[in-house]
């Protein structure tokens, strides 16, 4: 059963207190009504409430005192405020003093209960991020690794995290891209705010954009209430874009323009709205190639990527599969029950294992392996036979070249090898080669290679 949500509320007038009261108990809310400011704070002082309604202009004390109190008191306590003497000046400054929102008298019942719904949502998400914050007590350290590329990773997560600049994430699947920007999140001065990830490559063009935009009541047929959008409940906070490659060109378009505005209007809105939000994106391609074909925006791309980080694949960092897997054990073996160690002989088998795949590959095969295993010790029979007899090693093996050949004829020998050994990435070749990007395609150019 869900909890009742509590509102209290302060007016020095009865009949706005009667109104307020038959507006909102109808939906369900408890409502506790005041005429003195002095007897809700005393109340507050007793015990929390989810949101504070509050008149602005009262004799004794005002609303700006009660919202100072109120904050004081419960910083996650919602205010909003109530008042005939709307001016730009008093909204403003009731929202500078911590206030959610600012209705003007007389208001509408039903926009009312809309901002009441907005404040519960704003309220919820807080609260759900700030216990997986919690939980995960610093997500860096989830992230595992010490490798040299992992600690480039870890000083770039700290460099960026404090500030607002776009990020985006380069790395294949399975890599812990949602875990790092979590990371970036949970260390920055956005913490207490939501953080919100969304998959683009999971939704098509018409759900995303209501996803992130939100809509108005009858914007399409089935819109009988108003949506808020992800941009707007994580307003203060972050926003996730997984797989921003894959969004439609007509998406594209309309996030180009947030990022360039930081406004929007909800789907048959006509109110522009303005959030503070700051935006990670992940891609498991290459979006300069996608730019190069024709696939994704040149003006996009580069607005995304302000701050890159890319964080390496598994196979490229095998100094940290050990660690990894006493990771995943310690936690499997605790949440199955088990004490469950490994042997040398499984162990080299996972090391030596290409996992294309990356961290979430290694970390399914950690769980199967406890939950099958007869006994306390992990061993090749454990292992699924791809793992065992799998003797690749690393990609980007020694290569020697004849004497014979001309330095023309290693070049590109030796630049065919390292995109075999990238698996055809040329982004990851150019870094592997030490050239730059372009460089790179102007070789294969005229090496009559293809682009």
């Known amino acids: 059963m869900e909890r009742q949500i509590r509102i209290l509320a302060i007016d020095d007038e009865e009949t706005m207190l009667r109104i307020l009261k038959r507006s909102l108990e109808p939906e369900g809310y408890s409502v506790e009504t005041y005429l003195r400011p002095g007897d809700a704070l005393k109340r507050l002082e007793n015990g929390s409430v989810d949101i504070v309604i509050t008149d602005l202009m009262m004799p004794d004390t005002d609303g700006f005192e009660v919202i100072e109190r109120v904050k004081t008191l419960d910083k996650d306590t919602l205010v909003i405020v109530i008042t005939a003497y709307s001016s730009v000046e008093s909204a403003v400054r009731a929202i500078k003093a911590g206030a959610y929102d600012f209705i003007p008298k007389p208001f509408d019942p039903e926009h009312l209960l809309i901002v009441v719904k907005r404040a519960i949502e704003t309220k919820n998400l807080r609260l759900e991020n700030i216990g997986l914050k919690k939980r995960l007590d610093g997500t860096s350290k989830e992230i595992i690794g010490t490798s040299q590329a992992m600690r480039h990773v870890f000083s770039m997560i700290e460099k960026v995290k404090n500030t607002d600049g776009t990020v985006l994430l380069i790395g294949e699947s399975g890599v812990g ?16 705010y939501p953080f919100i990830p969304i998959n683009c ?24 209430n108003r949506k808020t959008g992800l941009f707007e409940a994580a307003d203060k906070g972050t926003v996730f874009l997984d797989e921003v490659s894959s969004i439609s060109p007509m998406m594209q378009v309309k996030l180009l323009r947030f990022l360039q505005e930081r406004t929007f209007m909800r789907l048959g809105g006509k109110e522009l709205i303005t959030v503070d939000v700051r ?49 995943f054990i310690k936690r499997f073996s605790y949440s199955s029950g088990k004490n469950i160690t490994i042997s040398k002989e499984a162990e080299g088998c996972l090391i030596k294992y ?3 795949g990356n961290v979430r590959e290694l970390e399914n095969v950690i769980e199967r392996a406890i939950t099958v295993t007869d006994d306390n010790i992990i061993g090749t029979d454990d292992l699924p036979p791809e793992v065992v007899n799998d003797r690749e090693g690393p990609d980007l093996k020694a290569t020697f070249y004849p004497e014979s050949l001309t330095l023309s004829e290693v070049e590109r ?13 040329k982004s990851r070749a150019a870094r592997i080669l030490g050239i730059d990007y372009s460089t790179l395609l102007r070789k294969l150019k005229s090496m009559g290679l293809e682009v």
Do not use: C
């Open 279 to 327: 935006i990670i994106a992940a891609t498991n391609e290459d979006l300069r190639e996608s730019v190069e074909k024709g696939l994704f925006r040149k003006d996009l791309y580069y607005r995304l990527n302000v701050i890159p980080i890319e964080i390496p694949p598994l196979r490229e960092r095998r100094d940290d599969i050990p660690l990894l897997i006493r990771h």
């Open 177 to 192: 891209k949602e875990l790092v920007a979590r990371a970036i999140h949970s260390g920055s001065k956005r913490a207490e």
């Open 413 to 425: 020998l030796h630049i065919q090898h390292v995109l075999k050994a990238s698996n055809g990435n």
């Open 354 to 356: 290409r996992w294309d």
């Open 201 to 224: 490559g999971a939704l098509p063009d018409d759900l995303l954009e209501s996803e992130l935009f939100g809509y108005e009541k009858g914007a399409f047929t089935g819109a009988v």
